[in-house]
């Protein structure tokens, strides 16, 4: 059945005469209207499974006998190494779990999902090739724009600016460019890697936002 969910920063109440009254009513839960809060338009609601529960729960619902991912009791040391040469702060303290080769942290333990399809199940951090952890731009978007060891920085009104977007190689003044993994700014704003080595940067935003001109 459905819960009451607080009505705050602009968001509105569901619209009873948009369902049938058999459903509930509507008005427990939220509308999020893009033209009253700053974001897309969502619906969401609040609901609680009525009935008798059957027990304990069955045994292959356990995390510990979870085929989807793996929880780790520590970061690699491939992670860590990474924090120290890259970062300027320190793996946050979460859990962490690999599904295949990705890593993703999350705020708590997750539940057992070897019956769903999940497209993330936290954070994606990235992916670890043997000894060699891959960062991936959700990791970088995740931080603050002082977490990071070296920068590149890039204005709006200039051609490298669309050259990025466009996934083209940069060649920067290699003086004022510095060499390795470096946080591709726009204005002061992450906006993704770049990999950087005698002035020439190679480009490391996502193939699928690249713009076509």
């Not at 006998?65 to 979460?94: D, G, H």
Request: glycine share 8%.
């Amino acid at each position: 059945e459905l819960l009451p969910l607080p009505k705050v920063a602009g968001i509105a109440e569901g619209m009873n005469r948009w369902a049938p009254e058999s459903r509930g009513d509507m008005s427990l839960t939220s509308r999020l209207w893009p033209q009253r809060i700053q974001g897309e338009g969502h619906f969401t609601a609040l609901l609680v499974k009525c009935g008798e529960t059957s027990g304990e729960a069955p045994r292959d619902s356990n995390i510990a006998s979870c085929k989807s991912f793996t929880m780790l009791k520590e970061l690699p040391v491939s992670v860590k190494a990474f924090y120290k040469k890259n970062m300027t702060i320190e793996p946050k303290e979460a859990f962490y779990c690999t599904m295949g080769d990705s890593l993703y942290r999350l705020p708590c333990e997750p539940p057992n999902v070897d019956m769903l399809k999940v497209a993330r199940l936290g954070l994606y951090m990235g992916i670890l090739k043997g000894k060699v952890f891959k960062p991936s731009h959700p990791f970088l978007m995740a931080q603050k724009r002082d977490s990071f060891q070296r920068y590149i920085h890039l204005r709006c009104e200039e051609e490298d600016m669309q050259k990025y977007l466009r996934g083209d190689t940069l060649v920067r003044n290699r003086n004022e460019t510095p060499d390795g993994l470096a946080a591709v700014t726009a204005e002061g704003y992450l906006l993704g890697w770049g990999q950087s080595s005698g002035g020439v940067v190679k480009n490391m935003y996502p193939k699928g936002w690249r713009r076509q001109r």
